[in-house]
């Protein structure tokens, strides 16, 4: 196996099906804990302020699990730069946040961030963050135009939003034209010194091409196609094949 991953779990889904019942399985930590035996880079989450998947406390308990059981590893925390989201980062020091722009009432992180609206809010979360020694990372849509304002603002990684190559699935046209707006974009961001990050409806079917054309990409974030790969091979397997997908195996 190699020592290089970029696969970064996202097991919010798994804390949503906890949920359903006042039942302490199936354990967040404990399938994070899989993951990242099976080679995970780390573990990806999203506290949204309803906690209707990942709660305060599940934050708390994978920095304690990384910390104890798995130093090389990482976790990221996805939110929205508000105020209790800052205290959290701040409290949990995660070893990367990524910063969307979601409404709390979105389902998922499904567009990137508008550096054309006053960004000021958004500046000074990443120079909070960047002192409490947590890497940077912004939310962005496919378009080149994005990272160079990343950089102007302070972040060291873009995280581009996949969602619209995910969704060709059925439509390898238009995958294919997909695929170049995330290249430009990624090709842009290490122009500018940026890490470049992806995320959004990856699969073991459409990583491949992704990798092919941009291989510098360093993490990707997979939490929904991760989840429905794993309820069919189990999550370790599912590691093994996302990585293999990613070229790493």
């Not at 035996?37 to 305060?56: F, L, N, Q, Y």
């Not at 910390?67 to 409290?91: I, T």
């Not at 946040?97 to 979360?125: I, M, Y």
């Amino acid at each position: 196996m190699s020592s290089v991953s970029r696969l970064s779990v996202n097991v919010n889904a798994v804390a949503m099906l906890r949920n359903r019942r006042d039942l302490p399985w199936p354990s967040v930590t404990e399938l994070a804990a899989i993951a990242m035996e099976a080679g995970a880079k780390g573990v990806t989450v999203h506290p949204r302020p309803d906690e209707r998947h990942i709660r305060k406390t599940d934050v708390f308990d994978l920095a304690e699990l990384i910390e104890d059981r798995f130093p090389n590893k990482e976790l990221c925390l996805e939110g929205y730069p508000s105020a209790d989201f800052m205290q959290l980062v701040e409290e949990a020091r995660p070893e990367q946040v990524l910063f969307v722009p979601d409404d709390p009432n979105q389902s998922t992180s499904d567009h990137g961030w508008d550096f054309t609206n006053d960004t000021r809010a958004l500046k000074t979360a990443i120079a909070a963050a960047r002192e409490w020694a947590v890497t940077v990372s912004l939310f962005c849509d496919p378009d080149p135009a994005a990272p160079e304002q990343a950089a102007r603002l302070g972040a060291e990684r873009i995280e581009i939003y996949t969602g619209p190559y995910g969704a060709c699935y059925d439509d390898p046209v238009r995958a294919l034209k997909e695929l170049e707006k995330i290249a430009a974009t990624a090709e842009a961001a290490q122009g500018c010194g940026l890490g470049v990050n992806a995320g959004h409806d990856l699969t073991v079917e459409n990583i491949p091409a992704l990798i092919d054309r941009t291989p510098f990409i360093r993490e990707m974030s997979i939490g929904h196609g991760f989840t429905a790969d794993a309820l069919i091979f189990g999550f370790a397997e599912s590691v093994r094949r996302f990585r293999k997908s990613m070229g790493e195996l």
